[in-house]
């Protein structure tokens, strides 16, 4: 099925740069070596993650890919980890920007270490989801804090069209007492 994905979705794919201590001005960082930017040529502007997903599972090295549609593009993170005993990543998920003409990019290699610009790169990408709301929160506390919103944002949603089903009153009110509940946590989060 990947396979298919690939043939139908991809047209090429272009390693256009790789940021590491050899290639910048920039120290070697403890959780992240090199960075590499890959350019992906698309033959729809969707794309199946999936792919990402088994090309990041891949290459032991962080991965910044830049999708191009006709003239725009779309640039894709992953907040990846490396996985707890093992000397493979765990992508938690990806974060992405909408159509950009090259020039929109929001990119600024900003770092004085290969963690700091890939921490930069993951938190310029993702915009307003990984805003550092505490002083001196880390990277992996950020997408810890998006995920539980994103998860209390889900639940929400599948409530909400529970409360609409139900046409038992009692029931719906109980509903509704859990969904103010769920609210009132997501607004402390925002």
């Not at 032991?60 to 003239?71: A, D, K, N, V, W």
């Not at 894709?76 to 909408?98: D, M, Q, R």
């Amino acid at each position: 099925e990947l396979k298919k994905i690939f043939v139908e979705q991809i047209k090429i794919i272009y390693w256009k740069n790789k940021i590491a201590a050899s290639t910048t001005n920039l120290a070697p960082g403890i959780n992240v070596t090199e960075l590499e930017i890959f350019e992906v040529r698309l033959s729809s502007p969707l794309l199946d993650d999936s792919l990402l997903r088994q090309i990041d599972k891949k290459i032991p090295y962080h991965i910044l890919f830049l999708l191009e549609y006709q003239g725009k593009y779309q640039a894709w993170i992953g907040y990846k980890e490396v996985s707890s005993g093992s000397n493979t990543f765990k992508v938690n998920g990806y974060y992405h920007t909408e159509w950009l003409t090259e020039e929109e990019l929001p990119f600024k290699l900003v770092g004085l270490n290969i963690d700091a610009v890939y921490e930069n790169f993951v938190r310029q990408i993702a915009g307003d989801r990984l805003k550092t709301e505490v002083i001196g929160e880390s990277l992996g506390e950020s997408v810890a804090r998006d995920e539980q919103k994103q998860a209390l944002q889900k639940q929400i949603t599948k409530l909400q069209a529970k409360i609409r089903k139900e046409k038992q009153l009692n029931k719906q009110m109980q509903m509704n007492t859990e969904l103010k509940k769920l609210k009132k946590e997501l607004e402390v989060m925002l």
